[in-house]
């Protein structure tokens, strides 16, 4: 039985105590539940292999509470493979109050939910430590990215620096070694010059100040595994290398223990195996480090210091001590600092790491800026909204950091194999030891100690370890770059999988304002009868009159001055102006007043089949022009329905339009499935038959009143604007607004699964073709045998092969509008995040 204590928030009186407390004493495997109304906390006993804490907080939440957790995210250093972070993994877990934990090792992080009246962040940080590596706290702001980048940065200098005294101490080893092996006259040189026994002594100094120096990074925490019974790639190093080095030194101090043909030494396999598994480390280390390069560049997209008016003076401050409210100058050829508003100035600001687009935008007194834009132009002075974390890029960058961290489901099995696969390792090496000490030809201790070290060398889970997070990094990151950010990474795995996409129609596949689209005039004039319209609608709100009113801004045409107005509800309106009576409205109007619409009927009847509205205007008793207003397609919408449709994907619109504008939407946009007159509650049930009838959705919509459709889809997509990115129903957002995204996150997704499913296949592939080799199995018909030196370099090249595979990523493209994925090697990419700020 296990007790926990749980804080809720929410609960106002006695039933509301009562209500959680009867909640949770209704779970399986509860023997007893409290609730406290006064200390606003739960206490519950239960058994632990029946019921987890993660259920016990869903229960609270369930009820219409808040269950008080919270969640660390912390640095762990000296990870080496899958075994490692597995076990930091299953140690957080132990931990009461832990509600959920996972371990990264592409990013070396671990992240915590927990309930903070049970634990707190030391307590972790000491289980990391306690568990044989080394915590490190991330406190979220810049400094704390520049300590790891740093740990890092010094972490992998120190692997260098190991890696050549490694190199240095075991070329001499190997020389001597294989060199009296290979060439007789070199032997008959080095014991001219002084006996065997003074050249085996020098193998056996150099290659012990090799385990004790550069291999006690794999030596230590190898033995801290043992201790806890769960072994690791470490221990698999230490086992093999150590057992080497082992009997080599017994050889040499006690050769009467053992008959004359088996007085062999094999200091070479111990250090120079540890030397190519430590290049195999510092170049996996170098890839790793390329993988997080998206991060790098959302981290160099901020600005370090800030300009900001302080008692009437400017004064240069580090961009963290701004505060919400501060005015903040920004000098052209600047990064904006943080999230604002401009106050005074004008100028045009590159906003191309948000948008994509290239040509800046201008910007006045009232307009918003964005942190990490850059200023082209003009002064601005910019009051502060959102400063620190609250600032667009900082949330992006948290998105992109919590996708990457995340664990697909399919890289379980890679963990439940990793679970035994060491274990299994060793009992192999030891089968293999001994079969060939029993079996083998003389010496046999010769293929015994040779096979059992190859087999524990060559079969180090490092590869499987790193084949999921590496792509996720890697595909995650490249998608923040392109305009796609996941929320989760496992909406990566999912969105593979789907075989439908449902859109929204208003604000997704349409623009989402109405527009001018078209406007025919009896006499020909276009420009004298919007003037007249306009000036008729200047002063109405309705979102007709506002698209009228806004086409005669862009045509550059003056509004005539209204004499006189009248508004007739369900109708028109009725104006005078410049000495005639104008009257705009619809059909009905017309009718009404006994005006004959003459021609234009038939062209107002074609485009209200083609979903558009049409409206007259007809001036001293006569029509002159129709105008149709619609809301319309986005010029990319078309495009990228046939590209869905291409890949063979089911495309569905929903909308709450009339069933006659949503069907001609929908055949303008090249959709075959519509459903209509579906009020924003109604999308939701919408999703869930589909998904009834066995279809994987993904529903597309704007974020605004479609949350709960983006929650029921197995992945809502949210097409956001550039500020807009904290859209918490859906998996992914779009960043830029631009509904060829979803092509684009569909590419990535899949190219994403189809690269870790090639790591995990390649990495088990490797340990099942390489293991029986090491074992020698086919020595004795083909004499093929594994030495430990090309087992130590094959396993040291698996884990880059992983790492690299996964950096193949970094070349994917944004789809073009005709649906294929453009994976040109293009030198420049206007979509790229932060291009065109290479000057600045």
Known sequence: MKQIEIGVDGMTCASCSARV?????????????????????????????????????????????????????????????????????????????????????????????????????????????????????????????DREAAAREASRRAMWRDLWVAVALSLPVFILAMGTHFVPAFHHALTGLAPQGVWDWTQAVLTTAVILGPGRRFFRPGWIAYRHLSPDMNSLVMTGTGAAWLYSMAVLLLPGLFPPEARNIYFESAAVVLTVILMGKYLEELAKGRTSAAIRKLLGLQAKTARVVRDGAEEEVPVARVRAGDTV???????????????????????????????????????????????????????????????????????????????????????????????VVIAIATVTFLAWLALGPDPAITLALVSAVAVLV??????????????IMVGSGRAAELGVLYRKGEALEILSHVDTVVFDKTGTLTEGRPRLTDLEAVDGDADAALRLAAAVEAGSEHPLAAAIVE????????????????????????????????????????????????????????????????????????????????????????????????????????????RRTAAAIAREAGIDEVQAEILPDGKAEAVRKLQAAGRRVAFVGDGINDAPALAQAEVGI??????????????????????????????????????????????????????????????????????????????????????????????????RLGGAPDDAAEKHETADLGAGQAAH
């Open 458 to 471: 060559v079969a180090c889970p490092c590869a499987m370890g790193l084949a999921t997070p590496a792509a």
């Open 718 to 815: 949210a097409v956001g604007s550039g500020t807009d990115i904290a859209i918490e129903a859906a998996d992914v957002t779009l960043t830029r607004g631009d509904l060829s995204g979803v092509v684009t996150a569909l590419h990535v997704a899949r190219r994403t699964l189809a690269t870790i499913r090639g790591n995990l296949f390649w990495a088990f592939i490797y340990n099942i073709l390489l293991i029986p080799v090491a074992t020698g199995i086919f020595y004795p018909a083909f004499g093929l045998h594994l030495n430990p030196m090309v087992a130590g370099l094959a396993m040291g090249l698996s884990s880059v092969f992983v790492v690299t595979n996964s950096l193949r990523l970094r070349r994917l493209r944004a789809t």
């Open 551 to 658: 086409a005669a801004r862009e045509r550059g045409l003056a509004p005539a001055a209204v004499e006189a107005f009248q508004a007739i509800p369900g109708y028109g309106v009725k104006a005078r102006l410049e000495g005639r009576e104008v009257l705009f409205g619809a059909a009905r109007f017309m009718a009404r007043e006994g005006i004959d619409p003459g021609a234009l009927a038939g062209r107002a009847e074609a485009f209200a089949g083609d979903g558009r509205t049409p409206v007259f205007l007809a001036v001293d008793g006569a029509a002159l022009a129709v105008l149709a207003v619609a809301d319309p397609l986005k010029a990319e919408s078309a495009a990228v329905v046939a590209a869905l449709k291409g890949q063979g994907l089911r495309v569905v619109m929903i909308t709450g339009d009339t």
């Open 21 to 145: 407390e009867r909640a949770l004493g209704k779970l399986e495997g509860v023997a007893e539940a409290g609730v406290n109304l006064a200390t606003e906390r739960a206490s519950v006993r239960f058994d632990e292999s029946v019921l987890k804490v993660d259920a016990i907080v869903a229960a609270v939440r369930e009820v219409g509470y808040t269950p008080v957790t919270d969640e660390l995210e912390i640095g762990v250093g000296g990870m080496t493979c899958a075994n490692c972070s597995a076990r930091v993994e299953r140690a957080l877990n132990r931990l009461p109050g832990v509600v959920e934990a996972g371990v990264n090792l592409a990013t070396e992080r671990a992240t915590v939910r927990f309930i903070p009246a049970m634990i707190g962040p030391d307590d972790i940080a000491r289980t990391i430590e306690e568990t044989g590596y080394e915590p490190r706290p991330l406190d979220g702001d810049e400094a704390a990215e």
């Open 329 to 423: 100058v920004v000098r052209p050829g600047e990064r904006v600092p943080v999230d604002g508003e401009v106050r005074e100035g004008e100028s045009y600001v590159d906003e191309s790491m948000l948008t994509g687009e290239p040509v800046p935008v201008a910007k006045r007194p009232g307009d918003k800026v964005v942190g990490g834009t850059v200023n082209q132009h003009g002064l601005l002075r910019v009051e502060a909204t959102q400063v620190g974390r609250e600032t667009v890029l900082a949330r992006i960058i948290r998105l992109v950091e919590r996708a990457q961290g995340s664990k697909l489901p399919i890289q379980g099995l890679a963990d439940r194999v990793v679970r035994v696969f060491t274990p």
